[in-house]
Each structure stands twice: as structure tokens, then as C-alpha cells.
């Protein structure tokens, strides 16, 4: 009874043979499903300041804060859960679910961006405002800085 | 317990299952699908025949492995009557899940009180007398043979239609919901109190892990230590939500346990924010 048990798991074992994956793997080497939400890349020529993704993010990762005339919005990725609700709901389409999935590191700032935004002032409280118009918009283009994940 | 042969195909077996989720919902375990007023995605006619395939895949290896385990007498001899809860005991100390139902309390909460689709998909409650880890085990074995089940009528089944509920306003601030839902382990009841800003003001969890571990002391009572922990494993806990840190000076043997408030600081701290 017992030999006969022992043989049919090891029918199981050999019938499926090796199934491990060696180390380095990746979306590349072995890519995830479709529709796979990953790592989140912030295209910042796109981003507004609008902090609609800050709003939404249920891990409360996306921190905004303004001085003066420079909104400054900060990801914190390593609390991420890869829901893609910031994506979801992000105007200017500024932020992607990539397929990035190793994401394990020992350098906290792999996993932080840092994104600065020029902003109007308003004149009477001083606190950075999004400009209304297109017309504005397309003003403050040109006086973005940009720097990348630090 | 010592058996990684039957641990490492079981979760060859379960792979194909998390490579699905990934595909339905968008990842292996945080799937971030349900939203107020319904799910995110839906399941594509693609998809279907490959749930199929994959259910059926699973169905076959499961019968194999229950075939080649169930004539395992080492494992027979740690599982049967070991840990036992006795059905009285079940009781009072108020078990769920698994747990329960393999120390013969047949209860479910899909069917004593059914919810989402649980009023046209009716499972069977898989109830064991034996009071032991082999009942549970025997449960849980059962019990995905019945979800397979489960799965198929489901995907036959599946209505048309839209996914997602629109709601334009904000929901009022001081409203409560209450529900119990069967949580493989069990009864996970969640309780929310709405506040201000359409946000929750107050969010209870009672994961079943809480009452399962109540019954430790009496299920491992006058136990060889070395059964402890597959009696322990044998209800599948989840510590995590029920750690708190106490922290013993071992000089003066002074014990001090943290508040929340301070771990809530630390965790911060560490996560640099
Ligand atoms: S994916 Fe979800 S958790 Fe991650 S940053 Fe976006 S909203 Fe926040
Ligand atoms: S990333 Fe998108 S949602 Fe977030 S602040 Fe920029 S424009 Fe708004």
C-alpha cells in the first residue's frame, strides 16, 4: 500500500519534470500574462500637477507638496500595489503600467520618483494653482524642470 | 511535516491558477479588481476557454495527487487523530471555515447566508467528522474538487452585461456596512463607517484566522510537541493581523509593549516617510 503510494508521487514528480525557472528572469526572459499591471513610469512632459493620481492611490504613496511657484509630486513605489488606479484616472494619460515586475532592491531610491512641476502663483494667497486655459498651459511648457528618479 | 515532495506539486499545480489571475485581473495576488459599485474588469471570451483548460488541467493532477497520498502511511499516522477539536469544542469556541466543518459544524457562510452570485452557484458544504488534521485536510481536498465545480457552472453561466455600477454622488458620511463573506480559512467579516470626503472613517476586519486561533490551546492539548506544528498548520493561519510587538528587557526582565501609535512611527520611519 504504502510502496504503491510512494511510486504513484513519484510518477507525479518525474511526469512533471523541472518547472523552476533559473535566476535572472524578467519581463523580457519570461514576460507576464496581458493586461499585467506593473511598475508605474511617469512620463513628467505629459504630467499637469493636477494630483488627481495622489487622490487616488489607495496606499497613499503619491505625496504632493508646493513651494512657491514649483509643485513637487513624490512617488513612494515601494508601498505600490500595483492596482492602476493612478493610470486609471490620470487626464493626461502621464502615468503607464510597464511590465516590470523585479523590482527588489536594496537601494531605496530605485523605487522613488521625484517629479517637479513649474505651476502658476496665485497673486492673492501665493499657494501654486494649475493654469485654467489651454493658452496657459501651453505658457508654463517651457519653464517644466525636469529631473529624474533620485 | 517534513513531506516537501507533496508541498512542492501542490503548488506546481496551483501555478497555472495565479498565471490566470494575472491575466484576469492584472496581478498574481493583489488583484485591486473590486470597486465601489462593482469590478474593473471583465472576463473576455478569450479567456474562457482558457479557464477551461486550465480548471480541467488542475482537476486531473488533483485526483492524481489525492490518489497517491491517500495510501501515504507516514503521512496517515501524523495526520489521523492528531489535533484534535473536538465538535463541542468547535463550538464554543465559535471555529469557522475549515476548521469547523472538519470537526463536523457544517457551516458556509455562501450558503447559510449567500451573497454576490452565491444564490445561483450553490456549493456544497463539505463536512467531516473526524475532527482531526486529516479531516481538515480532507475538507480543504474536497472543497477544491467543489470549486472546480464551481468554476464551471460559473463561466457557463455568466450573464451579459455591464461591470461596473455608476455612482455620482459622494457617499454620505456616517453610514455602516456589515458583511460576512467565506474567506478560505473562513468567515472574514468587514464592518465600514463611512466618513467625510467619500473616504471610510473606520474599517473593522475580523479575519477568521482570529477565531481559529482561539482554539489552539484546546486542539493541542497533552500533544507530542513535534505534532504541534502541523496541528497549528492544519487550520492554515495567518498571524500576521494578530502580531503585536512586546519587547522584554532581559536584565531586569521589565516588559513593555508598544502602542500603536509607536509602531505606526516606526513603520514609518523605516519606510522613509
Ligand atoms: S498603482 Fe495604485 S498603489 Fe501604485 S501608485 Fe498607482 S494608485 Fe498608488
Ligand atoms: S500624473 Fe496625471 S493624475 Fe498625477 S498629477 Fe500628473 S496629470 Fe495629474
Known sequence: MMFKSKLKEAIICFKAGRVTMPFPLGPELHPPGDGFRGKIEVDMEKCIGCGGCANVCPARLIELSDSETTRIIEYFLKRCTYCGRCAEVCPEDAITMTREYQLATNDNNDLYIRNELYMGTCGRCGRCFKPQSALDKMMVTGFRQKTEGK | ?273
Open chain 2, 1 to 273: 511535516m517534513g513531506f516537501d515532495t507533496v508541498l512542492m506539486q501542490t503548488w506546481r499545480i496551483r501555478e497555472p491558477v495565479m498565471w490566470l489571475c494575472e491575466q484576469i485581473t492584472g496581478n498574481r495576488k493583489t488583484y485591486g479588481m473590486n470597486l465601489i459599485g462593482g469590478v474593473r474588469r471583465d472576463i473576455t471570451s478569450e479567456q474562457k476557454p482558457k479557464i477551461l483548460e486550465v480548471v480541467d488541467r488542475i482537476e486531473k493532477e488533483w485526483l492524481a495527487v489525492i490518489d497517491a497520498i491517500g495510501g501515504d502511511t507516514p503521512l496517515m499516522m501524523r495526520l489521523k487523530g492528531v489535533g484534535v477539536l473536538k465538535h463541542s469544542d468547535a463550538v464554543n469556541y465559535c471555529v469557522t471555515g475549515p476548521t469547523a466543518r472538519g470537526s463536523g459544524v457544517a457551516i458556509d457562510s455562501r450558503v447559510d447566508h449567500p451573497y454576490c452570485a452565491y444564490d445561483y452557484l450553490i456549493p456544497e458544504k463539505k463536512v467531516q467528522e473526524g475532527c482531526d488534521n486529516l479531516a481538515r485536510t480532507l475538507v480543504r481536498l474536497e472543497e477544491t474538487i467543489e470549486s472546480i465545480r464551481l468554476v464551471r457552472q460559473g463561466i457557463k453561466e455568466l450573464p451579459e452585461g455591464p461591470i461596473m455600477a455608476e455612482i455620482p454622488e459622494e457617499i454620505p458620511p456616517g453610514r455602516e456596512g456589515v458583511r460576512v463573506v467565506e474567506a478560505p480559512r473562513g468567515e472574514a467579516i468587514h464592518y465600514v463607517l463611512t466618513g467625510e470626503n467619500n473616504r471610510p472613517y473606520r474599517w473593522k476586519v475580523r479575519a477568521p484566522t482570529y477565531m481559529n486561533l482561539e482554539s489552539v490551546p484546546v486542539m493541542i492539548q497533552g500533544m507530542e510537541l513535534a505534532d504541534v506544528p502541523i496541528a497549528i498548520a492544519s487550520y492554515d493561519p495567518c498571524f500576521s493581523c494578530t502580531e503585536r510587538l512586546e519587547v522584554v528587557d532581559r536584565k531586569s526582565g521589565k516588559i513593555r509593549v508598544y502602542t500603536n501609535e509607536e509602531l505606526i512611527t516606526l513603520s514609518r520611519k523605516k519606510s522613509g516617510r
